[in-house]
């Protein structure tokens, strides 16, 4: 049977990428470097003299953060996952299902590994209990828009697929860029949670990719035709 071996594709390279930054970042935050930390205090007081002088966009953002928090994105990915299922098409379905609880428990055991603590901010206009790096909000936007976009892809065609990319990649960026504006997580714990994102969607998808050809399926770009291309012949 033919094997992934070093051919590697596109997602592998993300991941390799993304997981090196992340790593380098998880080490100068573990190390309070300081000009990361310079930064991050910037931007969190920044950001909150901002939220706390116009009320009307800091409700705003809670909304946003509340409506593509965690659990939206955990049970519209739940919700795929079943329609998969119901189409015969399992193996897509448990990459999806496998990819956001992966991803889910790595965040959290990497905030109590590290420990960091969130910003405290005079009159904080909102409060996050837990760790705060990498942030968990963050991380499962990424997650979430990732793995719904590849598997919608069979489905779409020409700019559809960079307009499915350009709306994940909008969700993930908005929803980090609240947790920062609101006080809740430092710059660095959003960066860190959208690399940390990358890294498992990538990494999972370029395993789900390479299992394909193992058993003897066309090679596919799973960027471009998403991680179950046969997918667009149910449709």
């Known amino acids: 049977m033919p094997r992934f071996g070093l051919r590697l594709t596109i997602a ?3 991941a390799l990428c993304a997981g090196a930054l992340f790593a380098v970042l998880a080490l100068l935050v573990e190390t309070a470097f300081p000009p990361v930390w310079e930064l991050d205090r910037a931007a969190a007081y920044g950001l909150h003299a901002v939220a706390t002088a116009n009320p009307e966009l800091t409700r705003f953002m809670l ?4 409506v593509f928090g965690p659990w939206p994105w955990r049970l519209a990915v739940i919700a795929a996952a079943a329609c998969l299922v119901w189409r015969g098409a399992s193996r897509p379905a448990l990459w999806a299902i496998f990819t956001i609880t992966a991803g889910g428990v790595l965040g959290l055991l990497l905030k109590i590994i590290i420990g960091r603590i969130r910003p405290e901010l005079p009159d904080p ?6 760790e705060a790096f990498p942030s ?3 991380l499962t936007a990424t997650l979430g828009a990732g793995v719904l976009v590849l598997l919608l892809l069979p489905r779409l065609r020409g700019a559809g697929k ?11 960026v908005s929803v980090a860029a609240t947790r920062v504006a609101l006080g809740v997580h430092w710059f660095s714990d959003a960066v860190g949670g959208v690399l940390l994102g990358l890294l498992v969607v990538a990494a999972t998808t370029a395993a789900f990719e390479g299992w394909r050809r193992d058993m003897g399926r066309e090679p596919a770009e799973p960027l ?3 991680v179950e291309p046969e997918e667009a012949r149910r449709a």
């Open 162 to 172: 960079a307009l499915a990319w350009g709306i994940a990649a909008f969700l993930a």
């Open 125 to 130: 206009v909102s409060i996050a209990p837990g």
């Open 63 to 66: 909304t946003w953060t509340d």
């Open 224 to 226: 471009v035709e998403g």
């Open 136 to 138: 968990g909000h963050a």
């Open 12 to 14: 592998a390279v993300i």
